[in-house]
């Protein structure tokens, strides 16, 4: 340990996790086991345990990393039920979202743009839409030679022409709107649904956060307030995937209100597998822009950007303030690092998960079985806060860190 670093004994932990419908109990799980194969393989001690007297989701560790004994507290801020109504939406409303994300990011330039940086993300992106293109080809087809079918079987019976082609069209309405509900029943294996509804959630207001996220937002600003009101020595806000830039928004709050006390416990940002220019290159992303910005320059908070080129549904190693372009002088933050998968991960490990890219955007939570300076369960668990942690750590050399968004105009 750092020999001027002072041992973290209580944390408050605060995680916001990406567009994900479901319980979260899955992160409190996945906590739970990843957390005890990390342990076993690095040789240190971490306990989970219920937290009944919350108002939250979340759970306590205890653990005992470096001969020092460390008390966590984790919540998962949950905004779960603001994805599950977005996701809500009939076939024909998804496939006009499609339409309409679709020809925002093609209009403005910025699938262009975001493409100069990473193609993985962008093809991630692109996938829904030739997936449910897809569907619906294939589905208009097989409903096509159904109605030939039925109409050949009809002619042979004597049926008039004209009602002979009613059937037929509507054989192939009604065998078409069967496949594309089959198709949509198979989502939790294809994820085209999944990942339209996420883009589409994104580009609805333009870039902008819907109101009813704006709303969540302050109630999640309201709730890390309280932390730094209790005995703690750090407050640590983790954002993951497209949680990380509402994480952003969230900190930025909180310290332009003024709610960060001096002298009080410190504040840490820790951003895992960004995909934050998939919004700040917006058009009407103001607010997330005006965030960014503020928040690189801030001496009351500690910001690390974690990601792995491996990882390819996020803009790995992309620094998130410089390249949508409102980099300002005498800019701090994030400080950009790589997870490495390559060689955190053994080479069997990494062969198994290297074409699991789902599986490859979650590893930030996960154990490593070569674990280098990022390990989550001592971020979260051990007794460094984030800033001495990485106190004397270099950015990685190969981020990117060019001006690259068309749009750069801020909120005021």
């Given at each position: 340990m750092n020999?001027?670093?002072?041992?973290v004994?209580?944390?408050q932990?605060?995680?916001?996790?990406?567009?994900d419908?479901?319980?979260p109990?899955?992160?409190?799980e996945?906590y739970r086991?990843?957390?005890?194969?990390?342990a076993?393989i690095?040789?240190?001690?971490?306990?989970l345990s219920?937290?009944?007297g919350a108002?939250?989701f979340?759970?306590?560790?205890?653990?005992?990393?470096?001969g020092?004994?460390v008390?966590?507290?984790?919540d998962v801020?949950?905004?779960s039920?603001?994805?599950?109504?977005?996701?809500?939406?009939?076939?024909?409303?998804t496939?006009w979202q499609m339409?309409?994300t679709?020809?925002?990011?093609?209009?403005?330039?910025?699938?262009r743009?975001?493409?100069?940086m990473?193609?993985?993300?962008?093809?991630a992106?692109?996938?829904?839409?030739?997936m449910?293109?897809?569907q619906?080809?294939l589905?208009?087809?097989l409903g096509w030679?159904?109605?030939?079918?039925?109409?050949?079987?009809?002619?042979?019976?004597g049926?008039?022409g004209i009602s002979?082609?009613?059937?037929?069209?509507a054989?192939?309405?009604?065998?078409?709107?069967v496949?594309?509900?089959?198709?949509k029943?198979r989502?939790?294996?294809l994820f085209?649904?999944y990942?339209?509804?996420?883009?589409?959630?994104?580009?609805s207001?333009?870039?902008?956060?819907?109101p009813?996220?704006?709303a969540r937002?302050?109630?999640?600003?309201?709730q890390?307030?309280?932390?730094?009101?209790?005995?703690?020595?750090?407050v640590?806000?983790?954002?993951?995937s497209s949680g990380?830039?509402?994480?952003?928004c969230?900190?930025?709050d909180?310290?332009?209100?003024g709610r960060?006390?001096?002298g009080?416990?410190?504040?840490?940002?820790?951003t895992l597998?960004q995909?934050?220019?998939?919004a700040?290159?917006?058009?009407?992303?103001?607010?997330?822009?005006?965030?960014?910005?503020?928040?690189?320059?801030?001496d009351?908070l500690?910001?690390?950007?974690?990601?792995?080129?491996g990882?390819g549904?996020?803009?790995?190693?992309?620094d998130?303030?410089?390249v949508?372009?409102v980099?300002?002088?005498g800019?701090?933050?994030?400080?950009?690092?790589?997870?490495?998968f390559?060689?955190t991960?053994s080479?069997?490990?990494?062969?198994a998960?290297?074409w699991r890219?789902f599986?490859?955007?979650?590893?930030?939570?996960?154990?490593?079985d070569?674990?280098g300076?990022?390990?989550?369960?001592?971020i979260?668990?051990?007794?460094m806060t984030?800033?001495d942690r990485?106190?004397?750590?270099?950015a990685s050399?190969?981020?990117i860190?060019?001006?690259v968004?068309k749009?750069?105009?801020?909120?005021?």
């Amino acid at each position: 340990m750092n020999a001027q670093a002072v041992p973290v004994r209580r944390r408050q932990v605060f995680h916001i996790p990406g567009y994900d419908p479901i319980h979260p109990r899955r992160y409190r799980e996945l906590y739970r086991s990843e957390g005890a194969a990390q342990a076993q393989i690095s040789g240190y001690r971490i306990n989970l345990s219920a937290n009944p007297g919350a108002d939250t989701f979340g759970w306590i560790v205890d653990g005992q990393i470096d001969g020092k004994d460390v008390s966590a507290q984790i919540d998962v801020l949950v905004w779960s039920d603001i994805v599950r109504e977005s996701m809500a939406q009939s076939i024909p409303a998804t496939y006009w979202q499609m339409l309409r994300t679709a020809w925002l990011y093609l209009s403005t330039g910025t699938l262009r743009r975001l493409m100069w940086m990473r193609k993985g993300p962008v093809i991630a992106a692109l996938y829904p839409v030739a997936m449910l293109l897809g569907q619906l080809a294939l589905a208009a087809v097989l409903g096509w030679l159904a109605g030939q079918v039925m109409a050949l079987v009809l002619g042979r019976v004597g049926l008039p022409g004209i009602s002979r082609l009613l059937l037929q069209y509507a054989v192939w309405a009604a065998v078409t709107i069967v496949l594309l509900r089959w198709f949509k029943s198979r989502d939790d294996k294809l994820f085209a649904y999944y990942l339209m509804h996420d883009y589409a959630f994104a580009a609805s207001a333009g870039g902008a956060n819907p109101p009813a996220l704006e709303a969540r937002l302050a109630q999640f600003t309201d709730q890390i307030a309280q932390a730094f009101l209790d005995p703690v020595d750090e407050v640590l806000v983790v954002g993951h995937s497209s949680g990380a830039h509402l994480a952003v928004c969230v900190v930025a709050d909180l310290i332009r209100q003024g709610r960060v006390p001096q002298g009080g416990p410190r504040l840490a940002l820790l951003t895992l597998g960004q995909v934050v220019p998939m919004a700040s290159f917006l058009p009407k992303a103001r607010r997330l822009r005006a965030d960014l910005a503020y928040l690189s320059i801030q001496d009351a908070l500690t910001w690390v950007d974690v990601s792995a080129p491996g990882d390819g549904c996020c803009f790995a190693l992309c620094d998130p303030v410089a390249v949508t372009g409102v980099a300002l002088p005498g800019k701090r933050w994030p400080l950009v690092i790589s997870a490495a998968f390559t060689q955190t991960l053994s080479p069997g490990r990494w062969k198994a998960l290297r074409w699991r890219f789902f599986r490859l955007h979650f590893q930030y939570l996960c154990a490593f079985d070569r674990p280098g300076d990022y390990d989550y369960f001592q971020i979260t668990a051990g007794p460094m806060t984030l800033a001495d942690r990485y106190r004397d750590r270099q950015a990685s050399k190969s981020r990117i860190d060019v001006a690259v968004s068309k749009y750069t105009d801020i909120a005021p």
